[in-house]
């Protein structure tokens, strides 16, 4: 049970390597793969959704105008009220937004 439970927890933390830092989506659901590089290589850090061709396609979008387009989309995709609440506070830790 434990290494079952080992095993789960270690998938789990590579997930949560794997997000876009701007909107916190997995990459592995992003269809393309993530976002692309100026020199036309795939970003391991951003989703195609919001980065393409080396720059954030909504360069002035703000922390919480992020927050609630996560929230928004969550709620299309009828997402529970505590997974929509978890991913806004999480934005805030995302690399694109450690710094401002």
Same mark, same amino acid.
């Given at each position: +049970?434990?290494? #079952?439970? +080992? ?5 789990? &933390?590579?997930?949560?390597? *794997?997000?876009?830092?701007? =909107?916190?989506? %997995?990459?592995?659901?992003? %269809? ?5 590089? #100026? ?7 951003? =989703?195609?959704? =919001? @980065? !393409?061709?080396?720059?954030? *396609? !909504?360069? $002035?979008?703000?922390?919480?105008? +992020?927050? /609630? ?9 009828? /997402? %529970? &009220? @505590?997974?929509? /609440?978890? +991913? #806004? $506070? ?6 694109? &937004?450690?710094?401002?």
């Amino acid at each position: +049970m434990y290494n #079952a439970f +080992m095993k789960k927890l270690l998938h789990q &933390w590579e997930l949560e390597k *794997r997000r876009c830092q701007s =909107c916190g989506m %997995p990459l592995q659901y992003d %269809p393309k793969g993530g976002g692309s590089e #100026a020199d036309g290589t795939t970003s391991g850090l951003y =989703c195609s959704y =919001c @980065y !393409d061709h080396g720059e954030f *396609r !909504d360069p $002035h979008l703000s922390l919480d105008q +992020m927050q /609630a387009r996560v929230r928004q989309l969550l709620r299309k995709r009828n /997402a %529970p &009220w @505590y997974i929509r /609440a978890y +991913m #806004a $506070h999480r934005i805030p830790t995302l690399r694109r &937004w450690r710094s401002r």
